[in-house]
Every structure is written in structure tokens, then in C-alpha cells.
């Protein structure tokens, strides 16, 4: 049985080794503004950094490389395979959609015809097989290892928040990068920073239902991948609308962009809970 | 299930990480024909260059069949708790994660290469590996074809027996438009009315889905087939 301590000591060690990586991104940002193949290679690094910092932690602190949840245990879990590609896309897309329809722009959404939407989504869920794989390096991270440890010491709830924020965060760099090559002000930076922290932890809720129903990180893999793509995919459809040009929606709209993720956050926080309590009973 | 996992990474681990080096395989060609650059184009090489690694790692994919065609081993694994449907689907599933790692290992080289190309200054340098996306599920669904042939007919005799099957499909195919030439040209007009821009997209997305759904329905019918197979294998 792991004790707390132990479980503190490799989270404190798992977190120090991702966020020295943030900080290197963050140190390189002016040379990776001047040189595109380094801005490439630590980009790569960056983002394979929680998967690496889960690694290093396993064995600095002889925890061995069990439990890293990398069997794809698909028979009986076919369901929340599905799950992890349609509820991203649905939420998505409602994301999207829902400050255009609220504020009566209905007619935007002409490239929304059942071909385009069957084609984007049909591509997707094939992609999703193959592509999605590049993901494996924030996951194996975050949801098959900064979790597991974060559980026993902060509670199913205080992982969700704690957890979402520190996912969140981790993406700060990328954030703070259009401030620093001085594409974007700094109230720009502290909004996306914010709205993704916000975004991210509601989000995180649903990957850690789904990695701890299925006891494996390839759903959440699918859904981190179709969370990502979903939105380049609800955009180019929106393009094809007659959007005019310089219009921009009410500010009060963009509370509905968060509506559908606060939605699906309450419900699998619910459900982890519930599922908390039959483990306990259990035992 | 572990066990069997570790069975074949201890078995076929150069192959699953040769998949890397296939990645590599545009870079190389274009390494080898630096010289022809100038004339032919950088593109071109390139694309020649990911069909080679995608003709190898095909090739590497099948020798991670060799040697399970054995009496001996098909009646040991269905006697296992996980039994033959366990092993196959490792398989399955290994041969799938190898064509992923080929396409990832291949998809950061073309990455790469672009974002060195751009810092010395090569401006009309362009992603290939967007090929690469299409031709991997040509890879799933020949993978798809060959493992049931393997395993029905042991790894030397299915490859006979698949080949004789292409032919004859290739002859009848070959056969049948000769003999329908007069309708030829309704057929080519039918098709274009089908494979139009509104629709093409549709299409394609529709035969991507259709090639994983046929890589599991390879797994079920491996699966009926699988204890036929073995009672024919040689030893």
C-alpha cells in the first residue's frame, strides 16, 4: 500500500520536472522566435514533457513502470471509446455554435449542411485512430500518472480542480508566446490564459472519468485529440457561412462558450463521485 | 494479456522500432539524391522517399507474422486463459500501433525537415507527409487482407494463395471490362457524377472509416479461421 507521504513525494517530483520544462520553454521563447527548427525541437520536447517527467519520476523514485494504463482494454469499454470521440466533438461544436444561434445569427450556419458536418465527422473519428498518438506524451502525464497520485491526497474533487488548473498552467507558455514575439497584448495573454485554465479544468473532469472507467489513457488520448480538432474542424465550417466581415458577437454570448463544458464538468464530477462511494462501499 | 504483450515486444521489438527508421526514409532518399534536387525537385524525391519507407514498413509489418504458424504454439495459446481471440488481438493491435508509430515517426521527420528548410531560407517548401495520412489506411486495409491469409494458411502458403487470389480477381476485373467496353463510357461518366468536389470529401471520409471497420472485421474472421489454420500448418 502507498502511503500519502509517498504518494506527496512522487507528486512533488512529477510537478518539479514539468514545470522545469515550462520554464526552459518559456527561457528559449526569444530563440525560438528567431530559428524555426528550434522552435520545432523544443516544441516537441514541451509537449512529450509530461509523459518524460512521468517517466523520470517512476524511476527516481523505484515505482517501476506498472500501472502506467497503456492497455487500450477495449473489450466491454467499445462505449467509452465512442464517448471519448462524440462528446468532445458534440461539446465542441456547441461551444461554438450556441453564441452564434443565441445571438441570432442563425444564418452563419450555412456550411452546416448534413454532408459537410457526416464528411468533418467521419474524417475526424478515422483520424482520431491514427493521429491521435502525439498526445500520448501529455496524457501518460497528466492522466495516467499527476492523478493517480494526486487522488489519495487531495480527494476526487480537489484532483479535478487542482489537477485542471496545474494542466492548465502547463500551458502557459504557449499563451505568454504572442506577448512575447509582441503579436498580442498582455490582457490578451491573461484572458486565453484564464479562459483555457477555466476550459481545460472543466474538461479534465470527463478524462479522468474516462481513464478511471476503462483503467486505460487511450480514451482520454481520443479525446484530448478530438477536443483539439474539433475546433479547427466546427471553424472551417463556420467559414464557409456568410460571415461579414469585421463582425464580432456580443460580449455576453461568450458566457455561452462555457455553458456546455461547465455542463459536462458537474456531471462526471457527479458521476466520480458516485463511483467513489461504490469503491468504498465495496471495501 | 501483459504476458502476451511482452511476448511480442520481447519477439518483434526491432521491427516495432524499425518503424522510426521508416519514418526516416524520405530523409534519407533525399540524402542519397541531393544531387538530382536541382532537376527533379525537392518534392518529388521526398514523395518517392515516403512511398519507399511506407513499401518497407509494409513489409517489416508481416515479418512480425513469421514463425506463429506452428502447431504446437496455435494448441498451447488456445489452451491459455486468454486463448487464440487474446493473441490475436494483440497482434491486431500491435500491427495497428505499428503503422501509428510509422506514421508519427514520419509525419515529426517531414516536420522537421520543413522547419530546417525554412531557416535556411527555402521558402516554397511544403508538408508531404498529408500523403502520408491516405496512404497509411491503404496500409490498414492491406494488413486487413494479409493476416487472415497468413494465419488460415500458414505465413509461406498464404502468401501464395493470396496472390493467386489477387490475380484472379485482377483477370475477372480485367476480363469484364473488356467485354462491357461499349459501356465504358457511361461508367466513367457515372463515376464522375459520383466523385464530384461536393461529394469527394464525403467519400474519402467515408472509405477511411470503412478501412478500420474492415481491420476488425479481419480480427473476427481471423479469429473463425485461426483453428482451421493450425491443423494445416506443417509443424
Not at chain 1, 172 to 179: N, Q
Not at chain 2, 39 to 48: E, F, K, M, V
Amino acid at each position: 500500500m502507498t502511503t500519502k507521504k509517498e504518494n506527496a513525494k512522487r507528486l512533488g517530483i512529477y510537478l518539479l520536472i514539468v514545470f522545469a520544462f515550462m520554464l526552459f520553454y518559456i527561457l528559449c521563447a526569444k530563440l525560438m522566435h528567431q530559428s524555426n527548427t528550434v522552435y520545432y525541437i523544443i516544441y516537441m520536447i514541451f509537449s512529450f514533457s509530461p509523459a518524460i517527467a512521468s517517466l523520470i519520476a517512476r524511476v527516481v523514485t523505484n515505482e517501476g513502470f506498472r500501472d502506467m494504463k497503456l492497455h487500450m482494454h477495449l473489450t466491454g469499454n467499445i462505449r467509452y471509446y465512442l464517448l471519448a470521440f462524440g462528446l468532445p466533438l458534440i461539446c465542441l461544436s456547441a461551444m461554438f455554435l450556441l453564441p452564434v444561434i443565441v445571438s441570432g445569427h442563425g444564418d452563419w450556419l450555412c456550411g452546416f449542411t448534413f454532408s459537410n458536418v457526416l464528411s468533418n465527422a467521419l474524417l475526424l473519428l478515422a483520424f482520431s485512430a491514427v493521429q491521435s498518438i502525439g498526445l500520448l506524451g501529455e496524457e501518460l502525464g497528466w492522466r495516467g500518472y499527476m492523478n493517480q497520485k494526486m487522488e489519495p491526497l487531495l480527494g476526487t474533487v480537489g484532483t479535478c480542480l487542482v489537477g485542471g488548473i496545474v494542466w492548465g498552467l502547463w500551458h502557459f507558455p504557449m499563451d505568454i508566446s504572442g506577448y512575447l514575439d509582441g503579436n498580442s497584448t498582455f490582457s490578451e495573454v491573461l484572458f486565453s490564459t484564464f479562459g483555457r485554465l477555466a476550459m481545460l479544468t472543466c474538461f479534465g473532469a470527463f478524462l479522468m472519468w474516462l481513464t478511471k472507467k476503462t483503467n486505460s489513457v487511450f480514451p482520454s488520448v481520443i479525446a484530448h485529440f478530438m477536443y483539439n480538432e474539433s475546433q479547427g474542424a466546427v471553424m472551417s465550417l463556420l467559414a464557409q457561412g456568410n460571415i461579414p466581415e469585421n463582425t464580432s458577437l456580443q460580449l455576453w454570448t461568450d458566457v455561452m462558450r462555457y455553458l456546455p463544458l461547465l455542463v459536462i464538468a458537474v456531471i462526471f464530477m457527479i458521476l466520480l463521485l458516485k463511483n467513489k462511494k461504490k469503491e468504498n462501499k465495496t471495501l | 494479456m501483459t504476458g502476451l504483450v511482452y511476448k511480442e515486444w520481447k519477439q518483434n521489438r526491432w521491427f516495432i522500432l524499425s518503424m522510426i527508421l521508416c519514418g526516416l526514409a524520405p530523409l534519407f532518399v533525399l540524402l542519397l539524391m541531393r544531387g538530382e534536387i536541382s532537376n527533379i525537385g525537392n518534392a518529388p524525391i521526398r514523395i518517392g522517399g515516403l512511398i519507399a519507407g511506407f513499401l518497407v514498413a509494409g513489409a517489416l509489418q508481416m515479418l512480425v507474422l513469421r514463425g506463429d504458424d506452428r502447431k504446437l504454439w496455435g494448441y498451447w495459446i488456445t489452451a491459455t486463459p486468454e486463448g487464440y481471440k487474446g493473441f490475436l488481438r494483440v497482434k491486431y493491435e500491435m500491427i495497428f500501433a505499428m503503422v501509428v508509430l510509422f506514421l508519427f515517426s514520419l509525419q515529426c521527420v517531414d516536420r522537421g525537415y520543413c522547419a530546417v528548410a525554412a531557416d535556411m531560407g527555402i521558402t516554397e517548401i511544403e508538408e508531404v507527409s498529408g500523403i502520408a495520412v491516405p496512404l497509411c489506411f491503404v496500409q490498414i486495409l492491406s494488413r486487413a487482407i494479409d493476416i487472415p491469409f497468413v494465419y488460415r494458411f500458414g505465413s509461406k502458403k498464404g502468401s501464395i494463395i493470396k496472390m493467386i487470389f489477387m490475380v484472379t480477381g485482377a483477370v475477372v476485373i480485367s476480363v469484364l471490362m473488356i467485354l462491357n467496353a461499349e459501356h465504358f463510357d457511361t461508367v466513367i461518366e457515372m463515376c464522375k457524377k459520383v466523385f464530384n468536389v461536393q461529394n469527394s470529401s464525403l467519400i474519402l471520409s467515408v472509405c477511411l472509416v470503412v478501412c478500420l471497420a474492415l481491420y476488425y472485421l479481419s480480427y473476427r474472421i481471423t479469429c473463425r479461421l485461426y483453428l482451421k489454420g493450425v491443423e494445416q500448418y506443417d509443424h
